[in-house]
């Protein structure tokens, strides 16, 4: 036998002994909502959150589904034991026993829609109670200012969407809305929100800089996939996929 021959085969066979083998690709499903710029079946990428997912699963070999449902439908989906979903995005972090959340896939500037004729001045929470103020259904605002309107000491109206908001605001039914930043600004480029764009404003004052995240099921399975997620955003750039799927400032 030539042994000199054999070598290389060898030494493949040393290595292949050696190394793991390679995870196995597996399909991942998750829930969203239309929340756009971040999340929405017909925006590039599903949208900039969907983008991010999407692109930390696959750096770790998996695919990623996504299905949208209205929100407060997407997270009950996403709690189900007996669900194909293992959770669901994008989420502001809030203490719950039903899920675990991902390490930070992105920020959520927080802020106030407001008329530009009629702006609103607080600079603490508290000052807000003399407004009155729109929140959507079933979102996670910032802790305080959640507690109030639980509590009944802050006067607020939920609606489902964004897009309602903003069209109480320009005709005075409320003084601002709850909204994140990004979303305003997609918002008011579209055409049939054209007439309200001299009407609104950002208030000067953000409420919070918030971070999103996946919120995985509270699972094993759900574990598993939280760790290999989070592997996945350690090799992408988010932050720079983020800035190629959300709106500049206005003019």
Same mark, same amino acid.
């Given at each position: 036998?030539?042994?000199?021959?054999?070598?290389?085969?060898?030494?493949?066979?040393?290595?292949?002994? @050696?190394?793991?083998?390679?995870?196995?690709?597996?399909?991942?499903?998750?829930?969203?909502?239309?929340?756009? =710029?971040?999340?929405?079946?017909?925006?590039?990428?599903?949208?900039?959150?969907?983008?991010?997912?999407?692109?930390?699963?696959?750096?770790?070999?998996?695919?990623?589904?996504?299905?949208?449902?209205?929100?407060?439908?997407?997270?009950?989906?996403? +709690?189900?034991?007996?669900?194909?979903?293992?959770?669901?995005?994008?989420?502001?972090?809030?203490?719950?026993?039903?899920?675990?959340?991902?390490?930070?896939?992105?920020?959520? =500037?927080?802020?106030?829609?407001? +008329? &530009?004729?009629?702006?609103?001045?607080?600079?603490?929470?508290?000052?807000? &109670?003399?407004?009155?103020? @729109?929140?959507?259904?079933?979102?996670?605002?910032?802790?305080?200012?959640?507690?109030?309107?639980?509590?009944?000491?802050?006067?607020?109206?939920?609606?489902?969407?964004?897009?309602?908001?903003? $069209?109480?605001?320009?005709?005075?039914?409320?003084?601002?809305?709850?909204?994140?930043?990004?979303?305003? &600004?997609?918002?008011? &480029? +579209?055409? $049939?929100?054209?007439?309200?764009?001299?009407?609104?404003?950002?208030?000067?004052?953000?409420?919070?800089?918030?971070?999103?995240?996946?919120?995985?099921?509270?699972?094993?399975?759900?574990?598993?996939?939280?760790?290999?997620?989070?592997?996945?955003?350690?090799?992408?750039?988010?932050?720079?996929?983020?800035?190629?799927?959300?709106?500049?400032?206005?003019?």
């Amino acid at each position: 036998m030539n042994i000199t021959r054999q070598l290389p085969l060898l030494a493949l066979l040393i290595l292949s002994l @050696g190394c793991p083998a390679p995870l196995k690709a597996e399909v991942v499903r998750l829930t969203s909502l239309h929340w756009p =710029p971040y999340a929405g079946h017909d925006l590039a990428a599903q949208g900039a959150c969907a983008a991010v997912a999407k692109a930390a699963f696959a750096a770790m070999g998996h695919q990623l589904e996504i299905d949208f449902y209205p929100w407060s439908r997407s997270v009950k989906l996403a +709690q189900q034991q007996s669900s194909p979903y293992i959770g669901y995005f994008p989420e502001y972090y809030s203490d719950t026993v039903h899920f675990v959340f991902s390490e930070p896939m992105g920020m959520s =500037p927080l802020g106030l829609v407001e +008329q &530009r004729q009629n702006p609103i001045s607080w600079s603490s929470v508290q000052d807000l &109670r003399q407004y009155r103020l @729109g929140v959507v259904q079933g979102y996670v605002n910032i802790e305080e200012l959640d507690r109030a309107i639980a509590d009944d000491l802050q006067a607020a109206e939920a609606v489902t969407s964004d897009e309602h908001n903003l $069209k109480k605001v320009a005709a005075g039914r409320i003084d601002a809305a709850v909204i994140d930043v990004y979303v305003m &600004r997609y918002l008011l &480029r +579209q055409a $049939k929100f054209e007439p309200l764009t001299d009407k609104l404003q950002l208030n000067r004052t953000l409420l919070a800089n918030k971070h999103l995240y996946v919120a995985f099921k509270n699972t094993p399975e759900g574990r598993r996939w939280q760790a290999i997620f989070n592997q996945g955003l350690q090799r992408i750039d988010v932050a720079e996929i983020m800035a190629n799927h959300l709106p500049e400032a206005l003019d």
